[in-house]
């Protein structure tokens, strides 16, 4: 069968990269974590002191968006690609509450997505992809033959990213997590450019109280119909 293009949208630790990746390894299809990609670039604003605590210098930032390389390695324990900002694996800073806090500030800027976008477009090309994000379904591939709007109350995916996190090791309390899962879903829902949105032809999935098999089922179901 004809490969096709698989958008998934959502608000912030809906689960949206778990069942990409189950659904990418199920079909064969690359898997593609554009968050990964923003919080790449916020780490290189933090890096470089372009962003901190109460400050953001967005004309610098852009000004060094030509000296921003990001891939996507596959590392083949993991079944997916890893994140390398100028040839560095990233994957576990851009992880960190630090990031995830300054993240949507970076993900408003234009020029920021506009690079990114076309990067994201550029890996879509021969299809069999499945891609997770914010403006997946609306701006990157519009024309995607499946897209999925994942929400989940704001209780569900702070519980969930906080255990995340705990599980890594990474330092955060709950009510931190919360504020930040909040806070960005705000900012995401509410900036100019490619604001987060369900696509009108997106089928929308409430995962509050579906287990991942349950998720899983419903999208591979959703595949065969088409
Ligand atoms: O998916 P993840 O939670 O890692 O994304 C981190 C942030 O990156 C989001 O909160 C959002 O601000 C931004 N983002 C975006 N567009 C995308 C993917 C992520 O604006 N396609």
Known sequence: TDKITIAIDGYS?????????QIAKHLGYVYVDTGAMYRAVTLFAMENGYI??????????VAGLPFIKLQFIFNPDLGFGEMFLN??????EIRSIAVSSFVSQIAEVSEVRAKLVEQQQAMGTEKGIVMDGRDIGTVVFPNAELKI?????????AERRFEELKAKGQPATFEQVFQNVVA??????HRDDSP???ADDAIEIDNSHLTREEQFAKVLALIERL
Not at 52 to 61: A, N, V
Not at 149 to 157: K, L, Q
Not at 184 to 189: K, L, M, Q
């Open 87 to 92: 040839g560095k694996n990233v994957e576990t």
């Open 149 to 157: 709007f994942m929400t989940a109350s704001p209780h569900t995916r």
């Open 52 to 61: 901190g605590e109460g400050f953001f210098d967005k004309e610098t930032l």
């Open 13 to 21: 630790s809906t689960g949206k990269s778990t069942l990409a990746k």
């Open 196 to 198: 987060l949105r369900k």
């Open 184 to 189: 960005r879903d705000h900012i995401d829902t």
